[in-house]
């Protein structure tokens, strides 16, 4: 069974079925996995970025002289650390209001826009260290990224606390870009090297309703990649040669061709990630089919090529990105937390253009994996690379120079409710599986939603559904593609689920009356799981998977080298969940083959086959791999399915 | 059945046996394998790199202006590559008169003693382009290392031809050095970072009886990581701090113990190549069974977990050397074609100190691997480093502005003969089989030896002698360690070998008449070869051998990508002689499993296994890859050895 398909998902040739999301505004989450979470986030997380950036000097750069070159080093961008921090503690505040956390969003913003320039711009290192550079290298120095990262705090600011304290500053800055770059006469055909401000626009313009704001986002996309290359012209205009570009590549950020033209997800996976949002965006918010078309190829050729079993993406370090096709290493592998978290942006606007299982599939494996192992059990370290192996050097780490991984993790985390549900005239959709209540309005009439689980840890979920009045609308729960059966039941009731399924959702339509109780089982049972052949390093291996949890072994488990162990195709794994570990995990056990070095001695190349012991194998959450001590960690386990 | 071994050999308890080589001036090869090889340096290697070292201006290093810092990069060693090439060519000379060769010779060895300084001071670096540095860094610039070789070439020279136009001048030097260096008072107490000198110095000792040279070869051992350290004092006076020593540990030169005290292989691995040649024949030259220890126990070490399967060793381009135990990379390897020949020359000085099989399996799997496969069939093209897998990426080249390997191999080859036979008083020793002719003198009687085989295609050994007297002495046939099965006859009639093999050799006194005729059988299977559980990168993978040599399979014969091709525990192949491949040939046929990539079209992630095909598969010699288009190469093939 396959966990992606490039082929298209039963009942796809309807028309997209689109939705909007349930803002996190709306929903509370109580669920035992995620709770704790949000939680150490917002206790953790947020207070302790905050006095990092303070320390880091991040909120006086003029007193402190931040200069080109001075050590450690401020990256150009480092005010995006700010801004993604502001939006994580917005999105916070509005879900649980704290004195002390708005009183620090205040002082930041105050800082921030002390800076704005008369003419509306606003951009901390092009005021403070390197004014005479302004809009002259937009390739590479990040400027309307911070932009986009700036205009997204303020809208999340403004909708969490309704204060326009950054809003209108931000639009003002806003306007100000429009004033500069477009097609028309007089106006700069530029656009940035690191995509961001394209995705941001959309929310201004559905934060504000100024029209503009998406025009503006749709000419970047648009203009990116076209010829004569803005970014030629731009490096010559500096007296540099063009094609001495240090990235050597404009798929580097992905300005090698128009967008509608691209085939392969390449370069920079984090700059991909959110140019493919924007343009999922657009394709909504446009109705442009071609543009819809063009995630869809790049999403067939990221599943079926250049994507991990964690939902990580980028194998490469050298590019932070996309390399060749099946070319996934677990030892190397670069999965920046940024990309998989970028995944998670994009799959979760291409379920709004179109809600097909598929894009929540790959949303959650990368939410419940790939993002997850980026940040701590306590959430006070993080990961920014997260390999499928290690020979136990990679430790999570309070802080990075280029800090872009916590705070982004920290604005996911405090906005998950929205991820959850989807919405329509007609239908709810249900597309994560987290235990909490929202409201929403449905077919006109109020609708209070209660969602029961101990999910991932088990696949019964229990949905209570309070419409004001009884009320005909469908109600959509995802299947999960790992999930190879499912039970329903309505007010105890089993319904049959064969014709149900449509696109990945169970759509069960009726007059819900308030007090309706649909429960759903999945099928959790621990599954292994196989590459495709071409993809060298998880040749003759198996990882294993239970619901959406990819798993791993870790020494601290495993007391014999990783690579000596093996498990048969048949090998059988129970599950129990140990309350203490990892606050609370389920872990699985069984039994795997060891080669044995016993009668080895001093001999280190022979003909006769390395004996095998039998050895018990612990695997568990990949997610919560370097939370003990040190250690080797593997996801791929050699495995005997080849030569039964 | 074990390849290598660190216990002791059957009946090691004996003392050792200690013999000398039959020099190659007394060899006549007319052998099919290496015939050509060797014709190759002479025809092509030999002249080429003069050429190529002329086009370098190696010869006229005055006029060029040599100067620190130029491009291409002058290394300050360069002149060893002049006398490298001088002592293969003498070597050449030796047994294939040439007189255009001997002029380039005798051209060489007037412009090398033309720089030679008044007080005997002879090295070009430090005379042309540094003067005011001689002799103020012996740990990072190879001062005595290139001496070393200038004295290994007027050995050779002389030895070759008798002349004495380069050892005279060379003596010189040698007792320039030897009034420098020493315990003595007023002597300083250096050595070289890079070891060479002092098996040179043993050299140079048996070409003129001077005892002086063997006892500052003893002294550079002795003195080598004693307390205070050297190169802590040489670093001091340069002012710098030692501390600040670029490789950060001098196990990186082997000094940071003396010898008698080092315990594991470390460091540079041509370096400790060298330096334990000189150990050896220092154990043997003094009867020093403390060094004799100190070999043994560092070949064990080496042999039981830092060797390649091909003989190669070091497995780190970072050091050019040994790591951790264990660590043996395949496509990362470093195995450096100089490193491979440095095991070559120890394990021969190792069979002079103790006629054990053991070090001439180590010699005989170095030679034909891990050695030949750094030379092109056409002898015009090297490997510096030698993976065990290859994307392809990996290509011989002409030459190297660090040139240390070519002019390595060619002086290997040019004295091939010198390896075949050892010799003492009642005693001949047959350590290699070659075709070919040669005399010595046994028992004070002159004896002439015919060897006739098609080795290393098949197992087969005639060996026909001719004392000028019947005469009673040992021959001593090595029976290889990845032998099985073995049978001798004498004169037609078989003699049963089971009390007769004596530490890997079949001892077989009488007393021998002319004509005497003794036939040697060495069965020669294809055998699937384990390495030890701990080698990562080899666990549930087998190499493929056969007789002395590994094989690997390349793209050229296999159309899949090699890593989806597994072979059965119990598979069998075939072995043909291809007279148009590589030279001739045998390759390997069999068959293997493949992963079929047909029923994954857009899936890359899967929780039933991959289907297998049957695929035919066939092997060459390791030493012949890359001989052919570019492709993909692996020595370890993975293997259903696991989970059967």
């Known amino acids: ?36 979470r949000i939680q150490a986030v917002r206790e953790q997380t947020l207070p302790i970025m905050y006095e990092q950036m303070k320390k880091a000097g991040y909120f006086d750069a003029d007193q402190r002289g931040w200069h080109k070159g001075m050590q450690p080093i401020p990256y150009v961008f480092w005010e995006s650390d700010i801004t993604k921090w502001l939006e994580a503690a917005s999105f916070s505040l509005a879900t649980h209001p704290d004195p002390k956390l708005e009183e620090m969003v205040d002082a930041a913003i105050a800082f921030i826009t002390s800076l704005q320039q008369p003419d509306g711009y606003l951009n901390l290192w092009f005021t403070e260290v390197e004014p005479e550079r302004r809009l002259t290298n937009l390739r590479d120095l990040h400027e309307l990224y911070c932009a986009g990262h700036l205009i997204e705090a303020a809208v999340a600011h403004f909708q969490s606390t309704g204060k326009r304290t950054l809003l209108d500053p931000v639009c003002r800055y806003a306007d100000y870009i429009d004033s500069i770059f477009g097609r028309e006469e007089g106006k700069r055909r530029g656009y940035d090297g690191h995509e961001e401000i394209e995705l941001a626009l959309i929310k201004l313009y559905h934060a504000t309703g100024e029209e503009r704001y998406l025009r503006l986002s749709h000419y970047f996309i648009e203009e990116r990649g076209q010829q004569p290359h803005y970014f030629d012209a731009e490096a010559k205009a500096r007296g540099e040669d063009p094609t ?46 071609s543009l819809r078309e063009t ?63 598929r894009y929540a599939d790959l949303l959650e494996r990368s939410l419940y994996n790939g993002v997850l192992s980026g940040i701590s059990q306590d959430g006070t370290s993080f990961f920014y690379v997260n390999p499928l192996e290690s020979k136990g050097t990679h430790h999570r780490r309070g802080w990075y120079n280029c800090a872009c991984c916590p705070p982004n993790i920290a604005r996911l985390f405090a906005s998950l409710g929205q991820y959850i549900y989807g919405v329509n005239d007609t239908d709810l959709l249900v597309h994560l599986y987290i235990q909490g209540e929202t409201s929403c309005t449905i077919a006109g009439q109020p609708l209070k939603v209660r969602q029961e689980t101990r999910y991932p840890w088990d696949g019964d979920i229990r949905i209570t559904l309070d419409p004001a009045e009884p009320t005909e609308f469908g109600l959509n729960l995802r299947i999960p593609g790992w999930c190879k059966a499912a039970r329903i039941s309505v007010n105890g009731e089993e319904v049959d689920l064969a014709d149900l399924v449509v696109k990945g959702y169970a759509h069960i339509v009726r007059q819900w009356q308030a007090g309706d109780e649909v429960v759903l089982h999945l099928d959790m049972p621990v599954e292994q799981v196989y590459a495709h052949p071409a993809v060298k390093e998880d040749a003759g291996c ?7 949890l990819v798993y791993c072994i870790e020494g601290a488990d495993n007391p014999v080298p990783l690579h000596e162990l093996s498990i048969a195709a048949n090998a059988s794994f129970t599950s129990t969940f140990e309350p203490e570990l990892f606050g609370g995990s389920v872990v699985l056990q069984g039994e795997a083959s060891a080669l044995s070095t016993a009668d080895w001695d001093g001999t280190l190349y022979r003909t006769t086959p390395p004996e095998q012991t039998v050895q018990p194998l612990t695997a568990i959450p990949y997610y919560a791999w370097d939370n003990r001590e040190p250690g080797e960690m593997r996801v791929w386990i050699r495995s005997g399915y080849v030569n039964r």
């Open 244 to 289: 001495n570009f240090w990235a050597r590549s404009y798929e580097y950020n992905q300005s090698h061709q128009p967008i509608r033209e691209q085939l392969k997800v390449v370069g920079h996976s984090v700059r991909d990630m959110y140019l493919l949002s924007a343009v999922a965006d657009l394709a909504r918010e446009l109705s442009d089919p």
């Open 1 to 36: 069974m396959a966990l992606f398909t490039s082929s298209p998902s039963q009942g796809a040739s309807e028309l997209p079925r689109t939705s909007s999301p349930i803002l996190h505004t709306a929903v509370t989450i109580d669920d035992t996995f995620w709770g704790p």
């Open 542 to 548: 198996v990882a294993l998977q239970r619901g959406p």
């Open 295 to 357: 995630c869809e190829r790049l999403w067939q050729d990221l599943v079926s090529t250049r994507l991990y079993v964690t939902g990580g993406i980028g194998s490469s370090k050298d590019n932070e990105g996309f390399t060749s096709d099946y070319d996934l290493p677990n030892l190397q592998a670069y999965a920046e937390t940024c990309a998989a978290i970028g995944l998670v942006l994009w799959n979760h606007r291409l379920l709004q253009l179109d809600a097909d299982g």
